[in-house]
């Protein structure tokens, strides 16, 4: 509560700010002195338009769809200390990149409160926004606890609520990218109609890419001896699996909060791996293992390797420069996965 406090009276100060900013300069045809008011003042008919995304594989997608035109927009990628979006938090700086953008894409589920606030204060009232989980609508998934699975510690109070949790990851199906992609051409259409040919045809080429890698996992999936896989860590790839029928077992649901394990839950992990005779056992990318490692540890599988599975949930920006894409980490995934289907 307090939190939301906070950001909607920042976004009242830092819309204050600009008002006074940018009436100045417009006055005296002056620039703007600071970089703030600049970007303020050069949303209303720049030719320069700017699209602020939150996490990596929205930023790639406008990039690919964009093209060679992406240079002449102004593309914000705002998780881009590797922070995950569950934890992230606005600065205020973030608050008026936001504020004065033509296109806004965001996750849009629980993790996203702070969005509404965002938005209220936007200074670009012809901005466009795009939610994933909006577009998927009703594909949207409920976050599933599987047998074995560390249930998430109880809240203080027994009467609260029950409510529903979606399952955020939606882009770890190349079905729901391919969808989402389609989405964000539209926008950028919209926003750009001059270009709009281009836009039509990178998504084109973009979304045939998407859907021969989607082809390659089904023929894995499909000829695979054992389709289950076994993680030690959270389990962020629910949308991914469901795409090519593969089961799971877990030690925790998609980005729980929770990373202690208990007994049970890593004797019940450590059962399934002998169970299924597995040689492997996952992680998710910047794990610690040390679940991984117990759950080998009490199994009779002693010499079973842990090996990871990238959910993009933590490309730094350092990365996304440096020829990181949605699809090169989903290229890795595929060849972490032919190797353990083999
Ligand atoms: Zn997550």
Same mark, same amino acid.
């Given at each position: 509560?307090?939190r939301n406090?906070?950001?909607?009276?920042?976004?009242?100060?830092?819309?204050?700010?600009?008002?006074?900013?940018?009436? @100045?300069?417009?006055? =005296?045809?002056?620039q703007?002195?600071?970089?703030?008011e $600049?970007?303020?003042?050069? *949303?209303?008919?720049?030719? $320069?338009?700017?699209?602020?995304?939150?996490?990596?594989?929205?930023?790639?997608?406008?990039?690919?769809?964009?093209?060679?035109?992406?240079?002449d927009?102004?593309?914000?990628?705002?998780?881009? *200390?590797?922070?995950?979006?569950?934890?992230?938090?606005?600065?205020?700086?973030?608050?008026?990149?936001?504020?004065?953008?033509?296109?806004?894409?965001h996750?849009?589920g629980?993790s %996203?409160?702070w969005v509404? %606030?965002?938005?209220?204060?936007?200074?670009?009232?012809?901005?466009?926004?795009?939610?994933?989980?909006a577009?998927?609508?009703?594909?949207?998934?409920?976050?599933?606890i599987?047998?074995?699975?560390?249930?998430?510690?109880?809240?203080?109070g027994?009467?609260?609520?029950?409510?529903i949790?979606?399952?955020?990851?939606?882009?770890?199906?190349?079905?729901?990218?391919k969808?989402?992609?389609?989405?964000i051409?539209?926008a950028?259409?919209?926003? =750009?109609?001059?270009?709009?040919? =281009? !836009?039509?045809?990178? &998504?084109?080429?973009?979304?045939?890419? &998407?859907?021969?890698?989607?082809?390659?996992?089904?023929?894995i999936?499909?000829?695979? /001896?054992?389709?289950?896989?076994?993680?030690?860590?959270?389990?962020?790839?629910?949308?991914?699996?469901?795409?090519?029928?593969?089961? !799971?077992?877990?030690?925790?649901?998609?980005?729980?909060?929770?990373?202690?394990?208990?007994f049970?839950t890593? @004797?019940?992990? *450590? %059962?399934?791996?002998s169970?299924?005779?597995?040689?492997?056992?996952?992680?998710?990318e910047?794990? =610690?293992?040390?679940?991984?490692?117990?759950?080998?540890? /009490?199994?009779?599988?002693?010499d079973?390797?842990?090996?990871?599975l990238? @959910?993009?949930?933590?490309? *730094?920006?350092?990365?996304?420069?440096?020829?990181v894409?949605? &699809?090169?980490?989903?290229?890795?995934?595929?060849?972490?996965?032919?190797?353990?289907?083999?």
């Amino acid at each position: 509560m307090f939190r939301n406090t906070a950001i909607a009276a920042m976004v009242l100060a830092i819309g204050a700010m600009c008002i006074t900013g940018c009436s @100045s300069a417009n006055k =005296d045809g002056s620039q703007p002195s600071t970089t703030a008011e $600049k970007n303020y003042e050069t *949303s209303g008919n720049s030719e $320069k338009f700017s699209i602020v995304c939150t996490i990596f594989p929205e930023y790639d997608w406008v990039r690919e769809i964009m093209g060679s035109h992406a240079k002449d927009a102004d593309i914000t990628y705002l998780l881009d *200390s590797g922070t995950d979006l569950h934890n992230f938090q606005p600065t205020a700086e973030d608050i008026l990149k936001i504020s004065s953008c033509d296109l806004f894409i965001h996750v849009g589920g629980e993790s %996203d409160k702070w969005v509404s %606030d965002a938005l209220n204060g936007a200074v670009n009232k012809d901005m466009q926004t795009l939610s994933l989980m909006a577009i998927l609508g009703d594909s949207a998934k409920e976050e599933e606890i599987k047998d074995g699975m560390e249930a998430e510690e109880e809240h203080d109070g027994e009467e609260e609520e029950e409510e529903i949790e979606y399952d955020e990851h939606v882009w770890l199906s190349l079905k729901n990218s391919k969808l989402i992609c389609e989405e964000i051409e539209k926008a950028i259409a919209k926003t =750009d109609p001059e270009n709009a040919p =281009d !836009y039509g045809s990178n &998504l084109a080429d973009y979304a045939a890419r &998407l859907d021969e890698l989607d082809r390659k996992f089904a023929s894995i999936a499909g000829s695979a /001896n054992n389709k289950v896989l076994i993680f030690g860590d959270r389990f962020p790839f629910r949308y991914f699996v469901d795409d090519y029928d593969i089961d !799971y077992y877990a030690a925790f649901a998609g980005c729980s909060a929770e990373s202690e394990a208990s007994f049970k839950t890593v @004797s019940f992990l *450590s %059962d399934k791996l002998s169970e299924l005779n597995c040689d492997t056992i996952f992680t998710i990318e910047k794990s =610690d293992k040390s679940v991984a490692e117990a759950v080998i540890a /009490n199994s009779k599988k002693k010499d079973c390797s842990i090996v990871e599975l990238d @959910s993009i949930q933590s490309v *730094s920006s350092a990365d996304a420069a440096s020829g990181v894409t949605y &699809l090169s980490l989903m290229e890795q995934n595929y060849n972490v996965l032919a190797e353990y289907f083999n």
